[in-house]
Structures are given as C-alpha cells and as structure tokens.
C-alpha cells in the first residue's frame, strides 16, 4: 500500500513566494526524507529527518515532522523559477537495509 | 553526477528483444536498488541487494531479472517485455544501513 502522499498534487506560484507541501504516511519511521525530480531524470536528495527531530533547515528548505499525526511538511522559501520540479516524499520504515517507500509527488512550477 | 551511473539513458526495444539496464556506483556503498516509474504514479520498489544478497523482490513479473555480482554493480536484464512496461527506470544506491540514498539519472525505457 502507498505510505506516502503528499498534498498538493500540483502548486503553482510566482517568484519570490512561499511554497509548502505536506506528506502523510501511514506506518511507523525511521526517517523520513525529500527528494526533488527534474522532469525525466533521477531523484536528488534534498534532505532527511529522523523520527526523533521535529524540525529541520536546510537553506532556503525547512521541513518539519509530526509524527503523532504521521505527516511532514516541505516549506521552500523565496522561491526560484530553478525550484521547478516535482518533490516526492520517502519513508523509512526501519528494515536493516535501506527500503523507501514513496508518495506520488507535488508538481511544483514557479513563474518568473 | 550523483555518483550512481545508469547506462543507456534510453532504451527502445521489442516485446522479443533482450536487452540489459546497468547501474554503477562509486561511493562505497552496500546496497543497490531498482525502482520503476510509470506515469501518474508513485515509484515502485522493484529489486533490492544488501551486500550483493538480494533481500527484496516486489512481485516483480520474471521478465525483469536483476543480477548484482558486486557492491557497484546492478544490472537488470530485460526480455519479452510487454509495452506496459514502459518507464523511467531508476537505480539508487545507499549504505547497509539505508543512509545515504543516491539515485542515478534512470533509463528512459519505451517497449514497441
């Protein structure tokens, strides 16, 4: 079953505006991260955060962690018309090897 | 470049072909994995070895079948596919511990 998903499908916003994104999931974590995807190509890590952090920054990205409501949230700010991407959610559920499980992603396009 | 090497970047071929995916990665990490991306939806985990053991196979039809005979080596060989198998294909690779994801940039593959 999908653990992630995130909230909005797609967000459309000018240059220089706040762009949030949210992710719920539904079992237990070890961490959960961000990815950001360029159209066609492959995932780049933007960052993680362990179930035992609340909040986390990272430039112009902070995201934080609830995990009593089992959701996240991705606030990038000022943004860029470079920030153009879809952003996906990981879940970690803890196996002893690396397993993510993915949401099905924001469309996130920034007008210059 | 990630680190993570993903050769070809695109790949047509016929229901009859048999063609091969390569992964390679030079950052000294113990596990490899395979996920499929097909439109609309999330990425799929398809294959996963931790220390060229392969621990995970996601009811993955056995037309697709991996092979690892390293820890900077994945390959996936490819035969009799069906045109809905067409997707970006993505290798990622982490430590045993599941830090440090690192994708490759996929192979676009379209089956005719």
């Known amino acids: 079953s999908q653990q992630g998903e995130e909230d909005p499908q797609a967000l459309s916003i000018q240059e220089g505006e706040n762009a949030t994104m949210n992710c719920s999931y539904k079992?237990?974590?070890?961490?959960l991260q961000w990815y950001r995807q360029n159209s066609g190509r492959g995932l780049v890590h933007l960052i993680l955060?362990?179930?035992?952090?609340r909040e986390k920054h990272s430039g112009r990205l902070r995201v934080t962690l609830d995990t009593s409501k089992k959701s996240s949230s991705l606030l990038i700010t000022a943004s860029r018309a470079a920030d153009t991407a879809s952003y996906f959610c990981?879940?970690?559920?803890?196996?002893?090897?690396?397993?993510?499980?993915f949401g099905q992603g924001t469309i996130l396009t920034v007008h210059p | 470049e990630t680190g993570v090497t993903q050769t070809p970047r695109h790949l047509v071929m016929g229901m009859t072909n048999k063609k091969s995916l390569k992964c390679e990665q030079h950052?000294?990490?113990?596990?490899m994995y395979w996920y499929k991306q097909s439109a609309k939806k999330p990425l799929e985990l398809m294959f996963v070895?931790?220390?060229?053991?392969?621990?995970e196979n996601n009811s993955v039809p056995s037309r697709f079948s991996p092979e690892c005979p390293n820890s900077s080596h994945l390959f996936l060989h490819l035969h009799t596919l069906q045109p809905e198998d067409s997707a970006l294909y993505l290798c990622?690779?982490?430590?045993?511990?599941?830090?440090?994801?690192?994708f490759g940039s996929g192979t676009r593959l379209t089956v005719v």
């Open positions: 955060i362990r179930s035992n952090e």
């Open positions: 990622a690779s982490s430590r045993s511990d599941g830090l440090g994801y690192t």
């Open positions: 079992t237990s974590i070890n961490n």
């Open positions: 070895y931790s220390l060229e053991e392969r621990v």
């Open positions: 950052l000294g990490h113990n596990a």
């Open positions: 990981a879940t970690d559920g803890g196996t002893s090897y690396g397993k993510l499980t």
